[in-house]
């Protein structure tokens, strides 16, 4: 394919010469003379391991080439990749100023280059831009050529996971591949464009591609804090954190897996609160500050109170509340979101009916019962003896259990309102969850 790639700093740099090592035609284009001046003799400009090889072969082979005039890289182009740039603006947004520059340069070049064969061609951002920006600045650059013109253009979010040190390894070796292509035309290009990875891309709409690289930056940057956190706090108590850490990553069940990674309902349960408030009072003691846990649990608080402020402003007035416990399958109450969930809506005022399938309220005992009594004093009378039974007459069921009775019951007389607190009733009811929204069935 022949390709031009917009931006030659690391990410552009890379990819340019690494896609002229797989046999595509690439053509560099950079505002920065010097830039572009290197490449052409063969060296990259960035430092990188491994990409002054790439770059000096490609050139040598023919296969790769930079100009500052993006009509040069558009002639007979199948794809345009947008590598430039996209970095904060004062008040921490991002600056598009750089993608839009270049997408207008493309815009421009496209009324004076050679089309390829196929006439079509596709525009991919690999920057990193926030959702939005495909559907509200990359495609509408394009909405005015005209249907029977030279060119047909379709447009696309593919983004780049690479990290600086090893980014020529990591090109080769992505964890996936994402194309974020409403088109099929777009797709097909990019299927081709990526063949060389032997991974088939993963395809999404424009806007979940775009979210994919912010979530995994705030990921990594997370991880980094949390072990810093708790690195900070054991060194107070004589811990080699280093070693707990060590430890802490051979748990691929619980702690490096996908498991707690579904946005969802509040954690609770007797467990999860009760320690993070043990810690942050250990980091109290030693007057240490450490925002990254502490803001957990007010993050947690402002689940419940998402959840609770839209059913209040919704015209919600009888709610089932199906699933009490703090997950499915215990019958523990301790610190449960549902009990605090199912609290607040009682104070204010609305009527709930609770069943849940192991809750029984004559075989709660100790700290279990001492906290459900002084939450919810009137359970007992609160309670259905099935989830048919808390359903009728109800016109809002907030589901906090996957239990499959449950589930039967809902689909065979569905309230007005679901609430999918439980994240197990997927597609049936369209976007149902605590921090997506409430899902409404018709
Ligand atoms: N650096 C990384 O490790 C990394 C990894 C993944 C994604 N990203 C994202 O990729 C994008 C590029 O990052 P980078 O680190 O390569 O940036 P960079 O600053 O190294 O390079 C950007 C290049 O774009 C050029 N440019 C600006 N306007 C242009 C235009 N109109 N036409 C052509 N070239 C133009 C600049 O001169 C510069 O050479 C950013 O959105 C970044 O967030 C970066």
């Not at 990875?197 to 804090?225: I, M, Q, W």
Request: some cysteine.
């Amino acid at each position: 394919m022949r390709i031009a790639v917009f931006g030659l700093g690391y990410v552009g740099t890379v990819t340019a010469a690494g896609l002229a090592s797989r046999g595509h035609d690439v053509c560099g284009v950079d505002v920065d003379e010097i830039k572009v001046g290197l490449i052409r003799q063969g060296r990259s400009p960035v430092v990188e391991p491994g990409l002054d090889d790439l770059v000096a072969t490609g050139v040598a082979a023919g296969r790769l080439n930079a100009t500052t005039r993006p009509a040069e890289a558009l002639a007979g182009a199948d794809v345009s990749l947008l590598c430039v740039g996209t970095p904060s603006t004062q008040q921490g947004s991002t600056d598009l100023g750089y993608l839009r520059r270049a997408l207008e340069d493309i815009r421009a070049a496209l009324d004076v280059a050679l089309p390829p064969d196929s006439g079509f061609h596709a525009v991919v951002v690999r920057s990193t831009v926030p959702p939005g920006t495909g559907d509200g600045i990359v495609a509408p650059t394009f909405a005015d050529l005209p249907p029977d013109g030279r060119w047909a253009v379709g447009t696309a979010m593919c983004p780049e996971f690479l990290r600086e040190g090893s980014g020529v390894a990591d090109f080769f070796a992505p964890p996936f591949v994402v194309a974020g292509a409403d088109d099929d035309c777009v797709h097909d290009v990019l299927t081709r464009l990526f063949a060389f990875l032997g991974r088939k891309p993963h395809r999404v709409d424009v806007r979940s591609a775009e979210a994919l690289k912010y979530a995994c930056n705030a990921f990594h940057a997370t991880k980094v804090t949390f072990a810093n956190e708790m690195g900070r706090v054991f060194r107070a108590y004589g811990v080699d954190a280093r070693e707990v850490m060590q430890i802490f990553c051979e748990d691929r069940i619980l702690n490096i897996s996908s498991a707690y990674l579904q946005p969802g309902f509040a954690f609770g349960g007797s467990c999860l609160p009760k320690d993070l408030r043990a810690l942050l009072h250990m980091a109290r003691v030693n007057d240490l500050d450490v925002p990254l846990l502490a803001g957990t649990l007010r993050s947690n608080e402002l689940v419940v109170r998402d959840v609770l402020d839209r059913i209040v402003a919704s015209p919600a007035r009888t709610v089932a509340m199906l699933g009490l416990s703090f997950k499915s399958d215990t019958d523990d109450l301790r610190e449960s979101p549902n009990v605090e969930l199912a609290e607040r809506l009682l104070g204010k005022g609305f009527e709930v009916r609770i069943y849940d399938p192991i809750v029984n309220p004559n075989r709660l005992l100790g700290a279990n019962l001492r906290y459900v009594e002084a939450r919810l004093p009137h359970l007992g009378r609160l309670l259905a003896s099935t989830a048919q039974e808390a359903l009728r007459g109800c016109d809002t069921a907030i589901v906090a259990t996957s239990d499959a009775a449950v589930l039967d019951a809902l689909r065979a007389s569905p309230p007005a309102r679901i609430v999918d607190l439980s994240g197990r009733l997927g597609a049936e009811i369209e976007r149902i969850s605590g921090y997506e929204g409430l899902g409404w069935t018709a």
